[in-house]
């Protein structure tokens, strides 16, 4: 895995499509942002959209309202935070942003994003890989990824169906081929933790690369108190993805529930230190406080022409090597 | 935001690629098309990973023309071409070894295939004829030596066919080691050398013909050989690539056939027998007399300095381009004239010429490059090769041993560069007599397709004899024919390159379908099926392409990658890359 010395997209290579350098101002891929702008409104989700607030972003649920509140309210920000991530304009993730690069170069790939919701973290870097190869910034490599979609709602399993059906045609007009499925899981159950283990096993089988991506999972974790209980079955999951050219990111809000001292990220670098460190490794496992890199940005809404939102991001990329 | 210039490695890769084969080049040049692929950085740690994660074999098994074996037979030799990604790792690779030289350098003795290091950009290898000319004056210090002696030539059969995977992995793994590579290239090796083995052809399990690490393992192979022929023959040993030479006294000669012979046996390699045409020896005292046959020429003008012009000129002037070329055809001239546009607008080629143009010597030499100057010296060296060749000719067909391996290459050496220089007439007339010469099969053939037009002598050669006939004809605009019907693969091939070059052919009947994916990638661009090819090379190829209703390959061709770029003369250089391994 690269050692993010040395950035492989470079800031200034960021094409206008993605991020204003002049503003500091990021855009979503433009072919995501306009398949969910159809989404919301074939399902009427506008003026739900519209009554999005300042305050903390709707965690969403397993219930249709809940999932279609934080589909119409929370959903852009997180292709913004991933895009954030990805493509670090500020130079602040360039660890994160390498493994990135380096895991969706090219090949086959395993990719699991759990919990996916309705797949803005996963949408959200394919996408924007798609358009930074069409803009002549990395090049068409062939990718095939299988896309292992994670989630307890079926609500958000279906959007995310509805949104990579709807993307494929661009994806692979840039050589980015997607089998995806998307499965129910429950990460305080051990049952639903081993069905989806068997599927990452089974996935790995063909596709020799593999990266997990843990998203905005704070609000679960952290507020409803469920981290004590979902340790095991995270622990399981980091454990079997383990192996040869794995890589976990770990995305969140840099908000006091993930990145302060009782947070998640720094409870879950605790661990990485600890009782994982025969699978997991970050950049230096002696590193305090925990590599954790922290970044902001704006974002155009692209519901609301001309409008931007502030999202902020606290990023861990991980080795999924065995160690000692 | 325009791309930065590009790191060392990835202008090694191209300008080392541009002389194998033009689909890799190509690759290459769509790979390296988009901007953050250009840095050093990428080709260290993303290319070599995706060799490293990959699952298929990208390689592009491509027929070029060996030699004439008389009674018009044409021997073929496979070359298998890795794909852009490959390519660039492979400059990574080799660049992270050139870096310890106690481990992978030649011993002094071996000239061939020297690795590129430090801000070197001309290839992943130093320029072969470099290594040529060492070995020419180290011949002749061993004949001044042994002035009484005898220098022996002879050859290892098949070379690098023979290198098979086992014996090059365990060359590999040992000097990896003593080098200490970091494990991630050490790794890599190893799988490329297990990779050629599954890609070459059934049964043969040996590294391929075709990538750069080949050249690279076939030193490390006979490295421990080398060493001991280099300090312990009773003669002077001298190996470029699978060409050996021993200088000495006659029976330290034989003696010395007669230990390199029995050490490459057991190791697996078979030298050609004594009375093979391949094996001659010639007295050291007439030896002597070739011993400035790799000078360059002093009075009159050059090709050198011709070329380093014309290079001087489109860089100082890119807009004159057009001029340059309309000149060059005005007057039967078909050098080709590259645009230099994309290379130097870019920030740092400005600020160098800037940083040039205070010089006197600069200003004094970019105020006498003119078009009327560089026409002058074209048709200067024209007459010059016109008359060199025939001169050298004349009851050169007889000539055999020593004097016939000094004559033909002097033979080459003309004829190469009157295709691009020589009138239609000079061609149509000059080719019978180098068809006297089976060593001269690929040159005559590309002197008859670009007189004529007729491009049917040269598809049976392979594409290394095409892409040879294609840019001279390219540069001169020329519409060419062919009255093949039916295509064998290598005159597909052979085909198919004409069409990436933009030459325009008329064919007896416009076929229904496109024919191989080489072909429709070729004349009709890429589509969503060709993007999901089953073959790995095609389909990396046209993905990095992209979806296009036309082909971009000609512009491509057209244009310069860096202003570090080499220009490369195909009718010279392509014979001289499968002669040299």
């Not at chain 1, 069905?195 to 790995?204: E, K, P, V």
């Not at chain 2, 033009?22 to 040049?29: A, D, E, G, I, N």
């Not at chain 2, 192979?221 to 023959?233: A, P, Y």
Request: one cysteine or more; charged letters at 25%.
């Amino acid at each position: 895995m690269s050692s993010g010395g040395d950035r492989l997209l470079s800031p200034g290579l960021i094409p206008p499509s993605l991020w204003d350098s002049a503003s500091g101002v990021l855009s979503l891929p433009p072919t995501l942002a306009e398949i969910y702008e159809r989404l919301i409104d074939v399902r009427g989700l506008r003026e739900l959209a519209d009554r999005r607030g300042t305050d903390e972003s709707p965690v969403g649920g397993h219930t249709q309202e809940r999932t279609d509140q934080h589909f119409a309210q929370a959903f852009d920000g997180s292709v913004a935070r991933t895009q954030l991530a990805l493509i670090d304009p500020k130079n602040d993730t360039p660890r994160a942003s390498n493994a990135f690069f380096s895991c969706l170069a090219g090949n086959r790939v395993s990719l699991t994003d759990a919990p996916c919701g309705a797949g803005a973290a996963a949408f959200g870097f394919l996408a924007t890989i798609a358009e930074l190869r069409a803009q002549g910034v990395v090049p068409r490599q062939p990718l095939d990824i299988h896309l292992i979609g994670a989630e307890l709602s079926e609500p958000a399993r279906e959007y995310a169906r509805t949104i990579l059906d709807d993307l494929r045609p661009f994806l692979e007009e840039q050589a980015i081929t997607v089998e995806g499925e998307f499965v129910p899981w429950d990460v305080s159950d051990a049952l639903s933790n081993t069905d989806l283990i068997t599927r990452m096993t089974l996935s790995a089988a063909r596709n020799p690369k593999r990266l997990l991506v843990v998203a905005n999972f704070s609000g679960f974790l952290a507020r409803h108190g469920k981290l004590k209980e979902a340790r095991p079955r995270l622990e399981e999951l980091l454990r079997h993805a383990s192996g040869r050219s794995s890589v976990a990111i770990w995305i969140e809000p840099n908000m006091k529930l993930a990145t302060g001292k009782e947070g998640l990220l720094p409870k879950v670098w605790e661990l990485v230190k600890g009782p994982w460190q025969r699978f997991v490794r970050g950049s230096a496992r002696e590193e305090t406080p925990a590599p954790i890199a922290i970044s902001s940005a704006k974002f155009l809404l692209p519901l609301k022409s001309g409008e931007t939102a502030r999202v902020t991001l606290a990023v861990v990329a991980l080795d999924l090597v065995r160690g000692e | 935001m325009k791309p930065s210039r590009p790191g060392v490695l990835a202008v090694r890769a191209v300008n080392q690629y541009r002389r194998r084969d033009v689909l890799t080049y190509l690759s290459l040049r769509y790979y390296l098309h988009n901007s953050a692929a250009r840095s050093d950085t990428w080709a260290r740690q993303v290319a070599t990973d995706l060799v490293q994660t990959r699952t298929d074999l990208p390689y592009f098994r491509a027929h070029h023309f060996k030699e004439a074996n008389g009674g018009g037979g044409i021997e073929h030799r496979p070359v298998f071409l890795p794909g852009a990604n490959e390519a660039l790792a492979e400059a990574a690779l080799l660049d992270a070894c050139a870096e310890n030289p106690e481990a992978f350098r030649a011993p002094s003795c071996v000239f061939s295939y020297r690795l590129s290091h430090g801000r070197e950009r001309a290839g992943i290898f130093q320029h072969y004829f470099e290594g040529l000319r060492e070995r020419q004056n180290a011949i002749a210090e061993a004949c001044d030596a042994f002035p009484d002696g005898i220098v022996l030539y002879t050859d290892v059969k098949r070379f690098y066919p023979s290198i098979g995977t086992e014996l090059a992995r365990n060359a590999w793994i040992k000097q990896a080691d003593l080098a200490g590579l970091p494990g991630g290239y050490r790794d890599l090796g190893e799988k490329l050398i297990h990779e050629h083995g599954r890609a070459g052809d059934p049964g043969r399990n040996s590294i391929l013909t075709g990538p750069m690490l080949s050249h690279l393992l076939g030193n490390l192979v006979l490295r421990e050989l080398d060493d001991v022929f280099c300090e312990d023959l009773p003669a002077r040993y001298f190996r470029y690539v699978d060409d050996i030479v021993l200088v000495g006294d006659a029976q330290a000669v034989a003696d010395s056939l007669r230990m390199v012979r029995g050490r490459l046996d057991d190791a697996g390699f078979t030298l050609h027998d004594d009375d093979s045409p391949k094996t001659f020896r010639t007295p050291a005292s007439k030896w002597v007399e070739a011993r400035n046959d790799f000078r360059r020429s002093r009075g009159g003008y050059s090709w050198m300095t011709l070329v380093a012009d014309l290079k001087r000129f489109l860089l100082m002037y890119p807009g004159k381009r057009e001029e340059l070329q309309n000149a060059f055809r005005d007057e039967d001239f078909r050098i080709p004239v590259r645009d230099y546009t994309g290379a130097v607008h870019e920030a740092s080629t400005a600020e160098r010429i800037l940083d040039l143009a205070k010089r006197p010597w600069f200003r004094r030499k970019s105020q006498q490059i003119s078009v009327g100057s560089i026409l002058e010296q074209a048709r200067w060296l024209r007459e010059a090769y016109r008359r060199g060749f025939l001169r050298l000719a004349e009851g050169a067909e007889d000539l055999t041993g020593f004097d016939r391996k000094r004559r033909i290459p002097r033979l080459r050496f003309n004829l190469g560069r009157l295709i691009y220089l020589g009138t239609e007439d000079a061609l149509h007339n000059l080719a019978p007599q180098a068809e006297r010469f089976p060593e001269l099969h690929f040159h005559a053939q590309i002197m008859k397709a670009v007189a004529s037009g007729n491009i049917d002598p040269v598809l049976p050669l392979g594409t290394n004899a095409a892409q040879g006939a294609a840019q001279p004809l390219k540069a001169a605009g020329k519409k060419v024919y062919t009255k093949l019907l039916d295509l064998p693969e290598a005159e597909e091939q052979s085909l198919a390159v004409f069409l990436l070059n933009g030459v325009p052919v008329s064919r007896p009947q416009v076929p229904k379908h496109p024919g191989s994916e080489l072909m429709q990638f070729a004349t009709t661009g890429v589509d969503r099926d060709l993007m999901k090819s089953q073959l790995p090379f095609m389909r990396e190829i046209a993905c990095l392409h992209g979806l296009a209703d036309q082909p971009r390959h000609p512009e491509l061709l057209d244009t310069v990658f860096d202003e570090d770029e080499d220009l490369v003369l195909d009718a010279i250089e392509q014979l001289q890359q499968s002669v040299s391994g």
